[in-house]
């Protein structure tokens, strides 16, 4: 058993460094690749928080470093960026038996599977809550503070890895996430594979049925483009508006006219996300 | 004959407009896709001014949109700025008979073509300097002022497009240019398979060449990382250094520890390149 890591690339980044390492995932049973934005901050030996970000559907640990425009400000605020995968790969990685984009390789939706042949390798919750923060701060000048944001399938990600963890996560944020996973075509796919044809099952791994129980009510803030072709049929932000405001649980959902889906909506209004969790995690 | 432009994408990115729209050219003898950030100002009617960037090797009018991080300060300074892609495409184009990266398709180099089978499609200066700007110019609410800029290729093509055209653009700016192709074994291959193996040919092609003799002497503000590994055998800006000492030409040639070639060096610096041509650009 080892947690050695394999640099995989290095990119100088606004004074700091994007670099990507392989490793071997216990809990995954897979190796894996995650990105780490250091900032210039990391030079003097921090300790630095931590932003995780998880990405969508179809997405690597890439899209959102080559995409978001995040360093800047990061380098500014001294903050550190852990992007992971957002699923298991490999040959030994059972994938969508038609080779599908909304489930299976990438698109594990950060739950753990408990269903044949998934449960193996599908345990990105348990990945990303644990086994990769451990190793993050095992290996990188980093503090447990840490902050979790997402978009779509990685914004239902980090609103569950919030709503189930408290005290984990100081802040958490999310670009037009899948709001009600039990009540979407992808969802329903999803937790339906991964999880059983039982719908009580999946009530563990959706934020609408979580914000009600949550034990500690970090404030919500949600970005949603109105132009989002997902918007409607897969995103459903109404949803956890009316779970958040039943549970009295504190939720800003910002709705942005004539934004869509893609990285230029997250790029146009990720400095207010990161700012967002700034302030909780440098706060003493 | 037509101008007719066809909306391939549209992303609302910082208050404005990121559009891909295809049209026929008439220079090039094929169907082009070309980029434009709209900055929201446009909104107003303009008239603004353009920056053109041009890409690298391999490149399209997609990698700076979607890499360069450009859009948040051009939104600021009120600039548009226009992406073409990096060669003419098409069922009728040529390429290079192996597909390599470095010459044919996604390698226009910027030039006009002499040689068979190149000088029927492979028109990219002129398509750059004039018939993209006319078609720019008569259907988005923007000025004559122009600036140029661009990355490795791209780089190489914004200093020759600028050198050779006293009073068409009002500023010029580089990151990681190919500084003297008739000197390098990229160069050699361009310059040798469009122009042909008469060196004098090429002369009117290379920037080390054109600074002796320009009329203008817009001052060049060039990005070089130090840890680029195409630095010494392709790139050389100690060429340009030289030849624009010669010359009298003002150059500011930074070298920036630790970047490489990549976008994530571009996008630590594109800010300063923007503030570079705004200054030119919206001085009266």
């Given at each position: 058993?080892?947690?050695?890591?394999?640099?995989?690339?290095?990119?100088?980044s606004?004074?700091?460094?994007h670099?990507?390492?392989?490793?071997?995932s216990?809990?995954?049973?897979?190796d894996?690749?995650?990105?780490?934005?250091?900032?210039?901050?990391?030079?003097?030996?921090?300790?630095?928080p931590?932003?995780?970000?998880?990405?969508?559907?179809?997405c690597?640990d890439e899209n959102?470093?080559?995409?978001?425009?995040?360093q800047?400000?990061?380098?500014?605020?001294?903050?550190?960026?852990?992007?992971?995968?957002?699923?298991?790969?490999?040959?030994?990685?059972?994938?969508?038996?038609?080779?599908?984009?909304?489930?299976?390789?990438?698109?594990g939706?950060?739950?753990?599977?408990?269903?044949?042949?998934?449960?193996r390798?599908?345990r990105m919750?348990d990945?990303v809550?644990?086994?990769?923060?451990?190793l993050?701060?095992?290996?990188f000048?980093?503090?447990?503070?840490?902050?979790?944001?997402?978009?779509?399938?990685?914004?239902?990600?980090?609103?569950?890895?919030?709503?189930?963890?408290?005290?984990?996560y100081?802040?958490?944020?999310?670009?037009?996430p899948?709001?009600?996973?039990?009540?979407?075509?992808?969802?329903?796919?999803?937790?339906?594979?991964?999880?059983?044809?039982?719908?009580?099952?999946?009530?563990?791994?959706?934020?609408?049925?979580?914000?009600?129980?949550?034990?500690?009510?970090?404030?919500?803030?949600?970005?949603?483009?109105?132009?989002d072709?997902?918007?409607?049929?897969?995103?459903?932000p109404?949803?956890?508006v009316?779970?958040?405001?039943?549970?009295?649980?504190p939720?800003?959902l910002?709705?942005?006219?004539?934004?869509?889906?893609?990285?230029?909506?997250?790029?146009?209004?990720?400095?207010?996300?990161?700012?967002?969790?700034a302030?909780?995690?440098?706060?003493a």
């Amino acid at each position: 058993m080892t947690t050695a890591l394999e640099l995989v690339a290095a990119n100088k980044s606004f004074g700091g460094w994007h670099k990507r390492y392989r490793h071997r995932s216990q809990v995954l049973g897979c190796d894996m690749v995650f990105a780490i934005y250091l900032p210039p901050q990391a030079d003097q030996g921090g300790p630095l928080p931590v932003l995780y970000w998880l990405s969508g559907l179809t997405c690597t640990d890439e899209n959102f470093m080559q995409k978001a425009g995040a360093q800047r400000l990061a380098a500014e605020l001294g903050l550190v960026i852990v992007a992971p995968d957002t699923s298991p790969r490999g040959d030994g990685v059972p994938d969508d038996p038609e080779g599908a984009y909304d489930f299976g390789l990438g698109a594990g939706f950060y739950v753990n599977a408990t269903e044949q042949p998934w449960a193996r390798h599908y345990r990105m919750y348990d990945y990303v809550v644990s086994e990769l923060p451990a190793l993050i701060e095992a290996n990188f000048p980093v503090s447990d503070r840490r902050a979790i944001s997402g978009h779509s399938m990685g914004g239902h990600g980090a609103l569950i890895c919030a709503l189930k963890n408290p005290g984990r996560y100081l802040s958490v944020s999310a670009f037009a996430p899948i709001s009600n996973p039990s009540n979407c075509p992808w969802g329903h796919k999803a937790l339906g594979n991964y999880l059983g044809a039982d719908r009580e099952a999946w009530k563990a791994w959706d934020a609408c049925e979580l914000i009600a129980t949550a034990e500690q009510q970090l404030p919500l803030l949600i970005d949603q483009g109105e132009d989002d072709s997902f918007l409607l049929e897969q995103l459903k932000p109404e949803a956890l508006v009316q779970a958040a405001s039943k549970a009295g649980h504190p939720l800003t959902l910002r709705r942005q006219p004539g934004y869509d889906h893609s990285y230029y909506f997250i790029a146009s209004f990720i400095d207010d996300h990161l700012r967002h969790h700034a302030r909780a995690l440098t706060d003493a």
